[in-house]
């Protein structure tokens, strides 16, 4: 199995702040990288797919970055919405699809 | 509006059963791959099964020969039945649809949207 490790594992920042997530997979898959934001007791949602190409309505602060093993996800200018846990997900493994383990985003 | 929702989950004792559903509108279950995630609580996402529309499963090993996913498609619903629960099958179940873009060379696919999520909570 591909294995995805996210880093860190929590981060603190404050509203207008520049944040970026990392995401590193045991192995090479492509662009085959998603991102997704969730927020207590809901369902994940998509941010980003195939690595840097963002999602219908999801604002433009929001960018990805990366190929092979190590991907980034960064957002310009935080906003109060923004704080939440973000998950990425490797899509070349057909069908098991791994996450990594999260990256906690808290206000500072 | 795409909408997937689920239903089913509850307290169910080890060893027990239960069938999970996810009701679709907005898009035809039967055309598209469909899949099941579960989160355990306070922690990370795990990808369970996935029925594609020409009718072949996959499952993850943690489940294999306990779970089994289905659809009726007259109904436009997904399921999940459950069998031989443990307590690490604890989790909320999502339904989600996978979702792809492709090119010349490949395919790209993701999962969206997403299920608002049943509890499923395994203990004596």
């Known amino acids: 199995d591909i294995q995805m490790t996210q880093s860190p594992s929590s981060l603190s920042a404050s509203v207008g702040d520049r944040v970026t997530f990392t995401c590193r997979a045991s192995?090479?898959?492509?662009?085959?990288l998603n991102w997704y934001q969730q927020k207590p007791g809901k369902a994940p949602k998509l941010l980003i797919y195939a690595a840097s190409n963002l999602q219908s309505g999801v604002p433009s602060r929001f960018s990805g970055s990366g190929s092979g093993t190590d991907f980034t996800l960064t957002i310009s200018s935080l906003q109060p919405e923004d704080f939440a846990t973000y998950f990425c997900q490797q899509s070349y493994s057909t069908p098991l699809y791994t996450f990594g383990q999260g990256t906690k985003l808290d206000i500072k | 509006e795409v909408q997937l929702v689920e239903s089913g989950g509850g307290l169910i004792q080890p060893g027990g059963s239960l069938r999970l559903s996810c009701a679709a509108s907005g898009l035809i279950a039967s055309d598209n791959y469909m899949n099941w995630v579960r989160q355990a609580p306070g922690k990370g996402l795990e990808w369970v099964s996935v029925l594609y529309s020409g009718g072949t499963t996959y499952y993850a090993d943690s489940v294999k020969g306990r779970f089994t996913i289905s659809r009726d498609n007259s109904k436009n619903t997904l399921y999940l039945q459950m069998d031989s629960l443990r307590a690490e099958d604890t989790a909320v179940y999502y339904c989600?649809?996978?979702?792809?873009?492709?090119?010349?060379?490949?395919?790209?696919?993701?999962?969206?949207?997403w299920g608002q999520g049943t509890l499923v909570t395994v203990s004596s």
């Open positions: 192995q090479s898959i492509s662009s085959d």
């Open positions: 989600t649809r996978m979702s792809s873009l492709c090119n010349s060379t490949r395919c790209h696919t993701w999962y969206d949207p």
